[in-house]
């Protein structure tokens, strides 16, 4: 079988959606025919962890860690933090940012870590990466970002070994709404090697349409043809044995992390909007957010009306989580108020519909959520500022649930198309085509 080196700082037992789209490329390639080696880090410090995801490493998959020299235990000291999920505070706007300390942690992040705070892993990665690849007579390589560290370190393997590149993304580098706020030669410093890994790539794969378009608009003397739309996925292979049952009370499910502008604000009114009416009173409803949320979110979520509804669950193992949703009457979606947003596929959107259970998605008109929520029929969507639109999906759905009528009749043959072992062999294809 022909080989391909997988580079991925997030990897299990990191967990997160960007560990599933890794994950799910390398335990499906290898039925296309090629066989992927990851190197990855030893002594990551992922935002968050899920150990049961180490049992999903398929036995062909070779894993090879590496230490990574991280810069967070420094940025902990500094805050007077011991916890190791630091990100759903950390990324805020520099308008949300106070007190000293947390400026000066931005500013040294925003100076000195270009492209990101994992730089520290060149040290070592490539050098292990180079080894691997004279070893194994490696045939290809392969980067998943962020971080964008990856992508450098398939920069500096496809110049040392002359093998071909495909650089994968899944966010958008410069400009992006987790973007430092950089002063102007750090970021002069970061588009000279976001540009440079796009042109010296021999393949771009990216996770969702926008980063495509960031990327051109950028940079419009780039070859286009050699970028590639994979999108995420779900796998019908992690859903649990759960058969949905309505719930006493109309319970609506979010799931995965939440703060900044990421947040439950307008979510909220329009249910206070509905209490006011007399639609809906928090004891019809249970609000169950599962995942990592930040202070200013649950901030939100105690002042509501609605907080005796709230029901908040720590990060759970991928496979609970899921569980957590099929087990739901309804899914909500809350796409970051930015103006990324109309681009916007976060990986877990295919779970929520691979779960067929009906979607309440806030993301902008025209936007492409919006466009998959109702080409599967999902669901319905609105754009967040648009309360009185929230608020009636609201209210036909929880209408429709006290009449035991169906919410939504997702489209099984599309909603097919976008299962991972797809994915996987979308990137097969393209390695193929390199090789």
Excluded at 158 to 176: E, L, Y
Excluded at 326 to 341: C, F, G, R, W, Y
């Amino acid at each position: 079988m022909k080989k391909v080196l997988v580079v991925a700082y997030h990897f299990p037992p990191g967990g997160g959606p960007g560990v599933q789209r890794v994950l799910k490329h390398v335990t499906y390639l290898y039925e296309a025919g090629w066989k992927p080696i990851v190197l990855t880090v030893e002594n990551g410090d992922f935002p968050a962890r899920d150990e049961s995801l180490l049992e999903k490493i398929p036995d062909h998959v070779d894993v090879h860690r590496v230490r990574i020299y991280e810069p967070y235990d420094l940025y902990r000291a500094l805050m007077g933090k011991r916890s190791a999920a630091i990100d759903v505070n950390v990324n805020k706007s520099s308008s949300q940012r106070s007190g000293w300390k947390e400026r000066l942690a931005e500013f040294i992040r925003a100076t000195f870590f270009i492209p990101d705070a994992r730089v520290g892993w060149l040290l070592t990665a490539v050098k292990a990466g180079r080894e691997l690849i004279e070893r194994e007579n490696i045939d290809a390589i392969y980067t998943s970002s962020p971080p964008y560290t990856c992508a450098l370190i398939g920069r500096a393997l496809h110049r040392q070994t002359k093998r071909p590149w495909v650089a994968g993304f899944r966010d958008p580098w410069t400009g992006f709404l987790t973007t430092p706020d950089r002063w102007f030669l750090p970021a002069a410093i970061d588009r000279s090697l976001e540009r440079s890994v796009f042109a010296e790539a021999d393949a771009v794969e990216c996770a969702w349409q926008g980063i495509i378009e960031d990327a051109i608009t950028k940079y419009p003397t780039l070859d286009r043809s050699k970028f590639h739309h994979v999108p995420n996925g779900f796998d019908s292979n992690d859903m649990p044995r759960v058969t949905y049952v309505k719930n006493d009370v109309f319970t609506i499910t979010y799931t995965g992390s939440m703060y900044g502008r990421r947040n439950p604000a307008k979510f909220l009114r329009a249910l206070e909007m509905l209490e006011s009416r007399g639609v809906l009173a928090p004891e019809n409803v249970r609000l169950r957010f599962v995942g990592r949320f930040g202070d200013d979110v649950r901030s939100m979520l105690d002042a509501s009306r609605f907080a005796s509804s709230v029901e908040n669950i720590a990060y759970v193992p991928h496979a609970e989580s899921i569980a957590y949703l099929m087990q739901s009457d309804v899914l909500l979606l809350i796409v970051d108020e930015a103006k990324e947003s109309a681009e916007i596929v976060p990986g877990k959107v295919y779970e929520y519909i691979g779960t067929y259970r009906p979607v309440i998605a806030l993301a902008p008109h025209g936007s492409a959520i919006e466009q998959l929520i109702l080409e599967t029929n999902a669901g319905m969507s609105a754009p967040q500022e648009d309360v009185e639109a929230v608020a009636t999906i609201v209210a036909t759905m929880y209408g429709r649930w006290k009449n035991d009528e169906p919410m939504a009749a997702p489209n099984i043959e599309l909603v097919g198309k976008y299962e991972r072992r797809e994915s996987a062999h979308y990137l097969a294809r393209i390695l193929d085509a390199l090789t």
